[in-house]
């Protein structure tokens, strides 16, 4: 493709010319190509080149349409998110610029789609007068996942094209939809072949040759089903209340479509751009920004290269088929890997088998798996009782009982069969990777794989990385996450890792706050409204009381005696109570169902424990219960850091996020310390260690940041 003229835009840091949008005539039509690497941003310059390119072909006689690509692997994928809340240079244009021009251009404007046309990309289509797509392409206005709403006319043009309940859909859940679909919901008029150029080109010219009308969606009129719109917005938002409960933009798109259906068009677009500019200064928006840029950090790894070599994994292995195995095993067969599960009796194979079939069995039901998928994926599923079947496989994931001793006699088998070069991961959740490392002639092969449960639902999976663990092993075991569609982080050996070792710090507050005057239910709802799915006794509920009480009598011995321990949990368990699987713990719960109710009787247990400790009951705050709950994570937070066991306070923010329900909107732990201020945080925390001790003794590093008043984001 010839290229006549290019935009040049100058960056203020960089010295570097950069050719943004190309513009070059084929055929009688103008190619505006966006050339904005690595996903074409509509970042500063881009709508700017575009106006010119448009200018430029609107004054030729011989230009008779546009077509309007992305050069590289994709189309637009919306707004330069680095540029949100940071001043403009004076005098550039912005898409609120551009859109207009688009649409009043007296030639017609087609947006050829390749890759994704996603936010203010998805916009800049709807600003032309035809969109045609390659099957590939995928669509869709995801602000709401950045807290934000469609702010270049999506909220306004989308409901006018495809109708108000299809275009709410798309909005709110943020989704990207197939191009197939998006022909059917009407957002494309034409799936053209795979080559975008010859197939938008043909598809301009037949318009050309056709005469037709151009198609300027904000003149149509926004189409709604229902006959009441007040009461059908109304009923959106109580839909909402619950699946979106805490965050603010899905309703400020509710607000922004309705304007679509009762204003016109300017009026509505005035209302769009105040509720974004809302958004954009939320701290929500802050937070669900900076949880995207975390995610494609705790990729990087800085000693283990981009380039690092990777093996394929063709064939995996999983030893011990219970709760997390069973998952484990269907997150290989999901991804289309076939995997061998190795139980030590054939009763237990078949006991781990069945419950996978019945986990798949329940999605088919719920209509969200066909029963072929199911098929093809139990035939991925190879269940054995010999070892012997390991020898060929790429990987393999331990995830037998929490015992060192079992542990170092699986290891020891595994070094003896498997085939050279391959990893041994092990799923432990509390025991040293290190040590299970030496049990094998092989540790740098050896790596902790930490999922969660249930294994095959939950997206985090810790990266337990070992003394020996070689890169390559590291690099496999971050791509193999990408591959089973789990968000990996790396992490170094600890008791707990990171998730589980900052859960218990707020374990133990919680229980605290018990024997100091608050009642589960308070602590709950405290959480809870805080934004976390439910408070820590409802999980303690949920999860079952046995397990902890399991590991606290283990741990019995070894506990320092000058260490403050809450007995109400035991006491708890001592009862028979081990939560909902017992109709009774922290709560009672009627048969058949989930619903926590206050116990007097718990309450008895627990003021009686508070005389007996000689602690004399208080009211807490509100506020009271939450800083002793999440600061004692902030702090851990910190010490992990400090000692390198995560790499950087982001990733602690993801960990928490996807592994604990830590509310995604507020950013992560670490994030919302800083959002709070390290400084408030570290005062309040010297506050409560003249109560309470040592277990509040700030770590330095909050300590350091905190006087030189600054934040994890700084570090
Ligand atoms: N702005 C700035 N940088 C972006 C970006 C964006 N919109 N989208 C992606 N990037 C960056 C990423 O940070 C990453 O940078 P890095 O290499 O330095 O880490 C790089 O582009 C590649 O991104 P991914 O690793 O995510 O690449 P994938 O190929 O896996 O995914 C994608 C590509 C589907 C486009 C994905 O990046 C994505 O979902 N991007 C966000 C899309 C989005 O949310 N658009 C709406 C923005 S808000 C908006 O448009 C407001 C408007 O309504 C006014
Ligand atoms: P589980 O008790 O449900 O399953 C363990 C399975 O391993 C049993 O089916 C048992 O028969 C089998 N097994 C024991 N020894 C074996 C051997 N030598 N060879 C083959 N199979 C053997 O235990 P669960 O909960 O699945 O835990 C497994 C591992 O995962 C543990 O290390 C645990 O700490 C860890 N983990 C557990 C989580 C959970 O929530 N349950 C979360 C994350 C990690």
């Known amino acids: 493709m010839e290229v006549k003229s290019a935009f040049s835009y100058f960056s203020a840091t960089q010295e570097v010319e950069m050719s943004m949008v190309e513009y070059s005539t084929q055929d009688g039509i103008g190619i505006i190509s966006v050339n904005n690497p690595p996903v074409?941003?509509?970042?500063?310059?881009?709508?700017?080149?575009?106006?010119?390119?448009?200018?430029?072909?609107?004054?030729?006689?011989?230009?008779?349409?546009?077509?309007?690509?992305?050069?590289?692997?994709?189309?637009?994928?919306?707004?330069?998110?680095?540029?949100?809340?940071?001043?403009?240079?004076?005098?550039?244009?912005?898409?609120?610029?551009l859109l207009p021009k688009l649409e009043a251009s007296k030639k017609p404007v087609i947006a050829a789609v390749h890759g994704t046309a996603?936010?203010?990309?998805?916009?800049?289509?709807?600003?032309?007068?035809?969109?045609?797509?390659?099957?590939?392409?995928?669509?869709?206005?995801?602000?709401?996942?950045?807290?934000?709403?469609?702010?270049?006319?999506?909220?306004?043009?989308?409901?006018?094209?495809?109708?108000?309940?299809?275009?709410?859909?798309?909005?709110?859940?943020?989704?990207?939809?197939?191009?197939?679909?998006?022909?059917?919901?009407?957002?494309?008029?034409?799936?053209?072949?795979?080559?975008?150029?010859?197939?938008?080109?043909?598809?301009?010219?037949?318009?050309?040759?056709?005469g037709r009308s151009l198609r300027v969606i904000s003149e149509m009129n926004a189409s709604l089903k229902a006959d009441n719109p007040t009461e059908f917005f109304d009923g959106v938002r109580k839909g909402l209340a619950k699946k979106a409960r805490g965050f603010l933009s899905p309703f400020l798109i509710v607000d922004c479509v309705e304007a679509a259906v009762k204003l016109p068009f300017p009026e509505?677009?005035?209302?769009?751009?105040?509720?974004?500019?809302?958004?954009?200064?939320?701290?929500?928006?802050?937070?669900?920004?900076?949880?995207?840029?975390?995610?494609?950090?705790?990729?990087?790894?800085?000693?283990?290269?981009?380039?690092?070599?990777?093996?394929?994994?063709?064939?995996a292995g999983v030893v011990g088929a219970g709760t997390m195995g069973g998952g484990i095993a269907m997150n290989f067969a999901n991804a289309g890997i076939p995997v061998l599960l190795v139980e030590k009796s054939a009763e237990f194979l078949e006991k781990g088998i069945g419950t996978i079939e019945k986990n798949y069995a329940n999605t088919v039901k719920k209509g969200r798996l066909s029963q072929p998928e199911m098929d093809k994926r139990m035939g991925l599923i190879r269940g054995t009782v010999g070892y012997d079947d390991l020898k060929d496989v790429d990987i393999v994931i331990e995830a037998v009982f929490e015992d060192m001793d079992v542990k170092k006699e699986v290891f020891g088998?595994?070094?003896?069969?498997?085939?050279?070069?391959?990893?041994?991961?092990?799923?432990?959740?509390?025991?040293?990777?290190?040590?299970?490392?030496?049990?094998?002639?092989?540790?740098?092969?050896?790596?902790?794989?930490h999922f969660f449960s249930p294994a095959n639902v939950m997206r985090l999976l810790?990266?337990?990385?070992?003394?020996?663990?070689?890169?390559?092993?590291?690099?496999t075991s971050m791509q193999l996450a990408r591959t089973l569609k789990?968000?990996?982080?790396?992490?170094?050996?600890?008791?707990?890792?990171?998730?589980?070792?900052?859960?218990?710090?707020?374990?133990?507050?919680a229980s605290f706050l018990l024997e100091e005057g608050a009642l589960p239910q308070q602590v709950d709802r405290v959480l809870y409204e805080f934004g976390l799915p439910m408070g820590p006794f409802t999980?303690?509920?949920?999860?079952?009381?046995?397990?902890?009480?399991?590991?606290?009598?283990?741990?019995?011995?070894?506990?320092?005696?000058?260490?403050?321990?809450?007995?109400?949990?035991?006491?708890?368990?001592?009862?028979?109570?081990?939560?909902?699987?017992?109709?009774?713990?922290?709560y009672r719960y009627e048969k058949g169902d989930r619903t926590p109710i206050p116990d007097p009787e718990i309450e008895s247990l627990i003021i009686k424990t508070s005389e007996e400790l000689g602690i004399e009951r208080r009211d807490i705050s509100d506020q009271e219960i939450l800083e002793r709950c999440i600061y004692p994570l902030i702090n851990e937070g910190a010490k992990i850091l400090e000692e390198g066991i995560a790499l950087r306070a982001s990733d602690i923010d993801l960990v928490y996020i996807n592994g604990y329900?830590?509310?995604?909107?507020?950013?992560?732990?670490?994030?919302?310390?800083?959002?709070?201020?390290?400084?408030?945080?570290?005062?309040?925390?010297?506050?409560?260690?003249?109560?309470?001790?040592?277990?509040?003794?700030?770590?330095?590093?909050?300590?350091?940041?905190?006087?030189?008043?600054?934040g994890f984001g700084d570090l």
């Open 40 to 97: 074409n941003a509509l970042s500063i310059g881009v709508p700017q080149g575009i106006i010119e390119s448009l200018e430029k072909g609107n004054a030729d006689p011989e230009v008779k349409a546009f077509v309007l690509m992305g050069a590289g692997s994709t189309f637009i994928a919306g707004a330069d998110i680095r540029e949100f809340g940071k001043p403009k240079p004076p005098g550039a244009l912005t898409l609120h610029d």
């Open 118 to 210: 996603l936010g203010g990309g998805l916009e800049v289509t709807l600003a032309c007068h035809f969109r045609v797509s390659v099957p590939s392409a995928k669509f869709g206005l995801p602000e709401v996942k950045l807290g934000l709403l469609p702010g270049g006319g999506g909220t306004q043009r989308l409901p006018r094209l495809i109708g108000v309940e299809n275009a709410l859909d798309i909005m709110i859940s943020g989704d990207h939809i197939p191009a197939q679909k998006a022909e059917k919901l009407g957002i494309v008029d034409e799936v053209i072949g795979d080559d975008l150029l010859g197939g938008s080109l043909d598809f301009a010219k037949k318009v050309i040759e056709e």
């Open 268 to 315: 509505g677009s005035a209302r769009e751009r105040e509720l974004f500019m809302q958004c954009v200064q939320s701290p929500q928006s802050k937070a669900l920004r900076h949880v995207f840029f975390a995610e494609r950090q705790a990729s990087k790894i800085p000693d283990v290269p981009k380039d690092t070599p990777v093996k394929p994994i063709k064939l």
């Open 413 to 449: 088998t595994l070094d003896r069969i498997c085939k050279p070069g391959a990893i041994l991961a092990t799923n432990t959740s509390t025991l040293d990777v290190n040590k299970i490392a030496s049990f094998t002639s092989r540790p740098e092969s050896v790596i902790g794989l």
């Open 462 to 475: 810790e990266i337990v990385r070992g003394e020996h663990s070689s890169k390559e092993t590291i690099a």
């Open 486 to 509: 789990k968000l990996g982080v790396l992490v170094g050996v600890c008791d707990g890792f990171v998730g589980n070792r900052m859960l218990a710090q707020y374990g133990r507050e």
């Open 539 to 586: 999980m303690s509920d949920m999860a079952g009381l046995d397990i902890g009480w399991a590991i606290r009598k283990r741990r019995a011995g070894i506990r320092p005696k000058d260490e403050r321990y809450s007995p109400i949990a035991d006491k708890i368990c001592e009862m028979g109570r081990f939560g909902q699987k017992t109709g009774a713990g922290y």
């Open 661 to 710: 329900g830590f509310p995604v909107y507020r950013g992560g732990p670490m994030f919302y310390a800083d959002q709070v201020g390290l400084k408030n945080i570290y005062e309040s925390m010297l506050r409560y260690e003249e109560v309470h001790g040592k277990n509040w003794t700030p770590a330095p590093l909050l300590k350091r940041l905190a006087e030189e008043g600054k």
